[in-house]
């Protein structure tokens, strides 16, 4: 929960002034755009700490997994 | 250059008409504006030009590969200090790799002065290619990792993806490219980070003969640029001009003397910065080794011997030296297994 990105309050009028209904429509396509911004940057950093720590891992495993199959001695093996 | 162009001009019967070319044409024409001013003129040219087939061109150089032959000569990888390199293949797709170094950093300094602090690194390595797909990842033990992914998506299209990443917040990068292979013409799109975007287009004019343009975005600087590029090829020879809105200009010649010798030159200039460099090199291929060397304006010598000792056994001896700023470095290393 805690790495999911905060959202603001939504941002009010000042004083008792009411949103007219284009104000509303505005309001909301702003704060479409600022949640898809933001989810969009958490998207791009989790995807950079998977790649970071998986690919070297994914290749090993495509690569042991595909024909002809080594063994897993051969993997480790030093030579 | 600026007669093969009026040449390649002068007979289009019936010039090449598909359907992604009219929305490219105009860029097309602006790059044969600009490639007519800047290109060299080639040393060599073909005495009789034979009857060009404008239906069936040979597909153009990638568009980021437009400089190769000169690269090859002139961009060897020179490294000081001590490298061994080992690579162990598991399957005739699958390998493993890890690379030992050991040398010198230089570290930014004010003024002329050269400040180098040791250093060693160890890095692993996972590479997997079939006829499909590639798959290349390098990490240090520093936690830098380098990844690169080409998937042929289908026979004309592919994905490309770059990246280095780190383990520091806002130093890591990457890149996405889209690549379309035509008949005669070749297109990429790339997206990377930092509100980068750019996109490039390439097509064969004549046999030799090849024109591209490209336009990128940067977004977080909020800067765009344009640029075009010329490449005229024989089997003997390829001159290459390039030419973009940030200033930049790189000219480069490449000669084949023979089977086994090629010498080639570039020639860079920024007209921000005023920073311009010739440089001149050969390419020496002998049975066993093969030899690279580099001069520049700079006052840089360079040289980069490889010597195959037997088959999977590679020597390497690297040499640099920087005279104006009294900056020496030399290299040996040894490759296993490749």
Redesign the interface.
Known sequence: MASRPSLKSKPKGKGGKKATADDEDATAAATTVRLMKEWTTWT?KKA?VV??YG??P???V???N???K?SVF??LS?? | MGSSVSQAGAPPPHPPTYASTPPFAPAAADAADAAAAPPPKPHEEEATEEKVDYLNLPCPVPYEEIQREAFMALKPDLFEGMRFDLTKMITPYFALTHSVAMGSIEIPAQGSEVIKVPTSNYEFGANFINQRTMLMGRVSHEGRENIRVKHDITDNLSLKINAQLTSEPHYSQGMLNFDYKGKDFRSQVQFGNNGFYGANYIQSVSKNLSLGTEAFWLGQQRKSGVGVVARYDTKKMVATAQIATTGMVALSYVQKVSEKVSLASDFMYNQMTKDVTASFGYDYMLRQCRLRGKLDTNGVISSLLEERLTPGVTFQLSAELDHWKKDYKFGFGMALGE
Do not use: T
């Open positions: 791009m950079k790649a970071h690919f070297i994914l290749v090993i495509i690569g042991m595909s024909e002809p080594p051969q993997l030093p030579v």
